[in-house]
């Protein structure tokens, strides 16, 4: 297979390098300075045994590429990118299968629309994105552990081809027929990541009391609307310590996807599609989700006015804590 890296950030980087490193054929679509810098010097995939560079092919786009029958379409764009990445690929070839390593819940659906081949992946995958040409990925033993299975439900052989394929590559990549359980699950642990991108933190006072309120609106809307998810007890089951973060050269990991979106200024945030996905289902539903409106509106503030992590102003932290303490 050949795999084709549609947006090669941490996520989409890591993967990437990875397969590439283990001897698999990878292209990484990239623009702008991150584009250039991977053209000209190649990925410099950062890891804990040490630090890989990496002469991987780069595209801009399709136009760049010929099809062929055994072409992967890896999603690794945040959603509020992939309707945009999808309107650009989606005449791409003749029906590739499509991975969706993104966080979020809406991203295959949208898929789907263009593409008959599609397969979730619920990616545990801590890495980080903040300059041009290098991605760091701090976890061992393993890379990371992503889960992979067909879109909206079941898998087959293409399934397990890419899951072995990343299984060489340093992922335990488990296949399963219900993905969506698994990405319902890492929606609710992503709903702190609006938390921590606004406060610079999530690990004490009224940012830790959100994180926790957020998550418990979650599941109350999720339990609500019938939608089945992974436990917490099953995931740290499965996680075990096959992924423990390790120090990095060149200092602290910094925070999460939405943590980075600020410190590198993209003018957006993956908010609407976490926070924003069970405001969404608490309207449809008539239950109240207070302190994930409020987040997703701050957090959406942030990235327009190009705000750094940590620079809530007063009427913002009244308006957070009045959400909390009135849930």
């Known amino acids: 297979m050949r795999y084709i890296i549609i947006g090669a950030g941490a996520i989409g980087g890591t993967i990437g390098g990875r397969l590439f490193d283990s001897g698999h054929e990878v292209v990484l679509v990239a623009r702008g300075a991150h584009g250039r810098a991977l053209r000209e010097h190649g990925l410099r995939l950062e890891l804990p045994d040490g630090t890989r560079e ?6 801009e786009g399709p136009a760049d590429l010929t099809p062929r029958g055994d072409d992967v379409l890896v999603l690794a764009t ?50 980080s994105h903040l300059e041009p040409g290098v991605v760091r990925a701090p976890c061992a033993p ?4 992503l889960h992979l299975g067909r879109y909206p439900s079941g898998s087959d052989g293409t399934t397990r081809r890419i899951a072995a394929d990343l299984a060489v590559s340093g992922f335990a990549a488990p296949v399963t027929d219900e993905v969506m359980a698994w990405k319902y699950a890492k929606l609710l642990a992503n709903l702190g990541n609006a938390v921590q991108a606004v406060y610079g933190s999530d690990e004490e006072g009224p940012a830790s009391r959100l994180h926790q309120r957020v998550r418990t609106e979650g599941a109350a809307v999720l339990a609500a609307a019938g939608i089945a998810h992974i436990t917490d007890a099953e995931q740290a089951r499965v996680r ?8 990095l050269k060149g200092g602290a990991r910094g925070g999460g996807s939405s943590w980075q979106s600020l410190v590198r200024g993209t003018g957006s945030i993956e908010s609407d599609y976490l926070n924003g996905e069970i405001v969404l289902l608490g309207r449809r539903l008539g239950v109240p989700v207070p302190a994930n409106e409020a987040l997703q509106r701050t957090a959406g503030r942030f990235a327009q006015e190009r705000r750094k992590p940590g620079e809530l102003t007063p009427d913002e932290r009244a308006t957070l804590l009045g959400a909390l303490e009135g849930a």
């Open 54 to 59: 990496l002469s991987v092919p780069v595209a």
């Open 78 to 127: 945040k959603t509020q990118d992939t309707a945009g990445a999808l309107a650009v690929w989606g005449t791409y070839g003749d029906r590739p299968a499509v991975v969706c390593a993104q966080n979020g819940v809406e991203n295959e659906r949208l898929a789907l629309r263009r593409f008959r081949d599609v397969h979730g992946m619920c990616v545990w995958l801590p890495a």
């Open 142 to 145: 393993l890379t990371g552990i």
């Open 240 to 247: 075990g310590d096959r992924m423990l973060i390790q120090p």
